[in-house]
């Protein structure tokens, strides 16, 4: 069974930073694309950033340019996504994704909840 | 970036046929492929790929969910809804970097 466990949410204060893993299990995780998409509350789904398969590509949503950082670990079979200069507008539910662009986005996580807050 | 717009909500009776709908700001579509994708969404809970490739149904979702469409306009459709099947349906559009989605389609209860 495909499973995305995520981890590492919780209360941060604007500026600071934050960094979520994701651990993939049931599938060969080096063969996928894996992407973040956050959804904040009681609002829609946004794709944040996602990652080839073997890590040389990285792609991101112009508003998280430059402040996240999405990587992965193919050894562990783990996702990351570290997250700086973190501001209110990022509070926000952080779901990672198996991510085939012909395929879809098809496994979820359970989602990681940020919220960037004083 | 390409622009997926979706009614807010759709109120449908049990067992009857849901229909919901995607529009582009543009073409979503290369040669045959049709690279538009539907998400349920249930409250407190993750979103699961309902249908791929415009048509395509996802594994293990039940066959009363089916999918069409082309270019820039596209629809799910549920046939009969059941009462499992009330939450939020989101298109997704993968033609173009960023992947966008729509805002998302409530179904209701009438």
């Known amino acids: 069974e495909v499973q995305l466990v995520e981890s590492g949410g919780g209360l941060v204060q604007p500026g600071r930073s934050m960094k979520l893993s994701c651990a993939a299990s049931?599938?060969?995780?080096?063969?996928?694309?894996m992407a973040w998409v956050c959804q904040a509350p009681k609002k829609g789904l946004e794709w944040v950033a996602t990652?080839?398969?073997?890590?040389?590509?990285?792609y991101y949503r112009d508003s998280v340019k430059g402040r996240f950082t999405i990587s992965r670990d193919n050894a562990k079979s783990t996702l990351y996504l570290q997250m700086d200069s973190l501001r209110s507008e990022d509070t926000a539910t952080y779901y990672c994704?198996?991510?085939?662009?012909?395929?879809?986005?098809?496994?979820w996580g359970q989602g990681a909840s940020v919220t960037v807050s004083s | 970036d390409i622009v997926l717009t979706q009614s807010p909500a759709l109120a449908v009776s049990l067992g009857q046929r849901a229909t919901i709908s995607c529009r582009a700001s543009?073409?979503?579509?290369?040669?045959?492929?049709?690279?538009m994708h539907w998400y349920q969404q249930k409250p407190g809970q993750q979103p699961k790929l309902l249908i791929y490739?415009?048509?395509n149904l996802a594994s293990g979702i039940p066959a009363r969910f089916s999918g069409s469409g082309s270019g820039t306009d596209f629809t799910l459709t549920i046939n009969p809804v059941q009462a499992d099947d009330i939450a939020t349906y989101y298109c997704?559009?993968?033609?173009?970097?960023?992947?966008?989605f729509g805002g998302g389609t409530k179904l209701e209860l009438k």
């Open positions: 049931g599938f060969t995780f080096n063969n996928y694309d």
């Open positions: 490739r415009a048509s």
């Open positions: 997704q559009q993968s033609r173009e970097s960023p992947p966008t």
């Open positions: 543009q073409s979503v579509s290369i040669s045959r492929y049709n690279l």
């Open positions: 990652i080839s398969y073997d890590g040389s590509s990285t």
């Open positions: 994704a198996r991510h085939g662009s012909a395929l879809g986005m098809d496994a």
